[in-house]
């Protein structure tokens, strides 16, 4: 009988530890959303985020249509949606699903993805994810949208990452990929490409 009142006492105070950290968390999503300064809070930018991804339209088959629709802000988007629709859930055959695409659509595919890797943990990231195996084809990439000198510096990391690999030398490459922004603007550079390129991209 003994043994059972402790066991009872034991599962009464689990419950109440669960049920804390329950109302902590409501708290402290509740602490974001109404005191971040950014436009909405910290938590409703998370939750709009993943509204959207969850919302928008994943696209099998591109069309003319397709293209000429879309407004410029999510051309991009559009094409990595529908390669990546090819591809497994935890993306081990994306190079060999890539290499089965046009070049025109591995082209805007693989800077999108230099893109986020980059942006999200510098080269570092970018060499360490399974996007770093694309480091060849990204420096051809950005030549065939115009962007010579993010090709340049793509140049420059592959050689360094093959020498060293990850290394704090990337570091400054990433500095240098973010000012090359005011030069080059990749999101003006890839509408062009797809728009110019609208009838390879479509004919798969």
């Given amino acids: 009988m003994r043994l059972q009142g402790i066991l009872i006492k034991f599962r009464f105070i689990v419950l109440l530890t669960g049920i804390c950290c329950v109302c902590s968390t409501i ?22 985020s993943a ?38 859930k935890r993306l081990s055959n994306e190079y060999e699903v890539l290499m089965q695409e ?14 986020a890797e980059v942006n999200n943990g510098g080269f570092a990231q970018f060499y ?20 010579s000198h993010l090709a340049s510096l793509i140049k420059k990391a592959n050689s360094t990452y093959k020498a060293e690999g990850i290394t704090d030398k990337l570091k400054s490459l990433d500095e240098q990929f973010f000012s090359l922004y005011e030069k080059e603007d990749l999101c003006e550079l890839k509408v062009k490409y797809i728009r110019k390129n609208k009838k390879a991209l479509t004919n798969n």
């Fill in 27 to 48: 708290v402290r999503a509740q602490y974001f959303a109404d005191s971040s300064g950014l436009e909405g809070g910290l938590a409703g930018q998370v939750l709009e």
């Fill in 51 to 88: 509204k959207e991804y969850k919302n928008r339209t994943i696209y099998t088959n591109l069309t003319p249509d397709v293209i000429d629709s879309a407004p410029d802000n999510k051309l991009s988007q559009i094409i990595t949606d529908y390669i990546r629709s090819k591809m497994n």
């Fill in 102 to 115: 046009p070049e025109q659509l591995r082209t805007i595919y693989i800077i999108s993805q230099v893109e």
């Fill in 128 to 147: 360490s994810s399974t996007a770093g195996r694309l480091g060849e084809e990204a420096e051809k990439a950005f030549e065939a949208i115009q962007a």
